[in-house]
């Protein structure tokens, strides 16, 4: 049983950065394809990006591409999601999801982090 | 790469049948058999409930079930419940020359 656990709330400034991070436990991050998505505030789900097994490389929806970055510490099985240059629009939650046991079914997710972008 | 299309919105009584459409392209639904379904209650983490079309989880109840036809896919409802009130989110696989995935506009499913 997989068990994603995101860090809190954040509050930023237009322009700043965020990073969240989603705690894996249950499996390794080696044995799963993690991807990342968000949800503004009334507004349906947003794919962001998430690891290829077929190319071994992470990809990002193109609308986020140079914005974003996701990166993975094996040694604690922990996930990031940064974004930069941080815009209104960007308020959302963001969620991790994964699923060792499908292909594109995502049947695991975190409980999500809110992130505030605000002056 | 535009999102996938659902109704905003559907009704049923309870123990009635639903099904909610999500109309795609040739370049992602129309060409992979990698469509999932989502529930989602308010402030809550989605749940999957249909992968690969027509494919259910461990614990997703029978009464949920999914098909596709050409570049739309769609997910019923039978027997409806009270709880079943939420909104849904299908999702396809949309590679070509690249890995992305996309979502629908999501709908709000209404118990009456």
């Known amino acids: 049983q997989v068990q994603l656990v995101q860090s809190g709330a954040e509050v930023k400034k237009p322009g700043a950065s965020v990073k969240v991070s989603c705690k894996v436990s249950?499996?390794?991050?080696?044995?799963?394809?993690m991807h990342w998505v968000r949800q503004a505030p009334g507004k349906g789900l947003e794919w962001m990006g998430g690891?290829?097994?077929?190319?071994?490389?992470?990809i990002y929806a193109q609308k986020f591409q140079g914005r974003v970055t996701m990166t993975e510490d094996t040694s604690t099985d922990t996930a990031y999601m940064e974004l930069s240059s941080l815009r209104s629009e960007d308020t959302a939650v963001y969620y991790c999801?994964?699923?060792?046991?499908?292909?594109?079914?995502?049947?695991?997710w975190g409980q999500g982090t809110l992130v505030t972008v605000s002056s | 790469q535009s999102a996938l299309t659902q109704p905003a919105s559907v009704s049923g009584s309870p123990g009635q049948s639903i099904t909610i459409s999500c109309t795609g392209t040739s370049s992602d639904v129309g060409s992979y058999n990698l469509v999932s379904w989502y529930q989602q209650h308010p402030g809550k983490a989605p749940k999957l409930m249909i992968y690969e079309v027509s494919k259910r989880p461990s614990g997703v109840s029978n009464r949920f079930s999914g098909s596709k036809s050409g570049n739309t896919a769609s997910l019923t409802i039978s027997g409806l419940q009270a709880e079943d009130e939420a909104d849904y989110y299908c999702c396809s696989y949309a590679g070509s020359s690249t890995f992305n995935v996309v979502f629908g506009g999501g709908t709000k499913l209404t118990v009456l």
């Open positions: 249950g499996y390794t991050l080696t044995e799963l394809s």
């Open positions: 999801a994964t699923d060792p046991d499908t292909a594109m079914g995502l049947g695991y």
């Open positions: 690891f290829d097994p077929e190319d071994g490389e992470t």
